[in-house]
């Protein structure tokens, strides 16, 4: 059974910074592209990084130079590390796991508030 678990979200004020993890199980983690969504509320689910399989990495224009996707196939984890967060940073944020061929998992979700 696949299971991605999210967790690091919370409350912080403008100017901060947030860690979310992702925990995976059930997969082979290393082949999986892994990916972060967020989706605010009243508006579609939006894709905001990705770390492929091979380590490459994409960002959303709005989180460049302020967010980072990393991963540990070890600990079979993907981490976003939030810095300079702003008000429209907040929603819920879901991690997808997907290899073509393979199926294509979500999390249940974090929620990320960035408000004073």
């Known amino acids: 059974q696949v299971q991605l678990v999210e967790s690091g979200g919370g409350l912080v004020q403008p100017g901060g910074s947030l860690r979310l993890s992702c925990a995976s199980s059930g997969i082979i983690f290393s082949i999986y592209n892994m990916r972060w969504y967020r989706q605010a509320p009243g508006k579609q689910r939006e894709l905001v990084a990705v770390i492929t399989s091979g380590g490459f990495t994409n960002y959303a224009d709005s989180v460049k130079g302020r967010f980072t996707i990393s991963r540990d196939n070890a600990k079979t984890t993907v981490y976003l590390q939030m810095n300079s967060l702003k008000p429209e940073d907040t929603g819920v944020y879901y991690c997808?796991?997907?290899?073509?061929?393979?199926?294509?998992?979500w999390g249940q979700g974090t929620q990320v508030t960035v408000s004073s």
């Open positions: 997808n796991a997907q290899k073509n061929g393979r199926g294509d998992y």
